[in-house]
């Protein structure tokens, strides 16, 4: 994905889910896993937050970008996060956000608890 289409759908996914009431604590959160697109508080849950932005389904769905090793690197990160930022025992989950750049305009769709965490 260019950079500045994966820029502009994080900012759009971030807008959308400050509209739906999520509180984002950070943005590109990176430790030696890799990379969290956004961390948020939405209903009393800590929500880590994968932004997938696309401007055809040629690559795929954004749930299906979402494969079972990335899964599992998202979880480690998501530790390591905890970890890092002393966070105690909270609720949370892992929600996707897709971004499509449609020509009548950006379609997005948020996909609360779109996966369980994986070892």
Request: charged residues 35%.
């Amino acid at each position: 994905m260019p950079d500045r289409l994966g820029a502009l759908g994080e900012t759009l996914a971030v807008e959308r889910l400050e509209a739906l009431g999520y509180r984002i604590l950070e943005r590109n959160y990176r430790c030696r896993f890799g990379e969290l697109d956004c961390v948020a508080v939405h209903r009393g849950t800590l929500v880590f937050v994968e932004i997938k932005a696309r401007r055809t389904a040629g690559f795929g769905g954004p749930l299906e970008a979402v494969d079972r090793p990335k899964r599992r690197r998202l979880t480690r990160l998501a530790h390591q996060y905890l970890a890092e930022r002393r966070v105690g025992e909270v609720a949370q989950r892992f929600d996707v956000v897709a971004v499509w750049m449609e020509a009548g305009g950006p379609r997005i769709e948020v996909f609360e608890n779109a996966f369980e965490a994986e070892e």
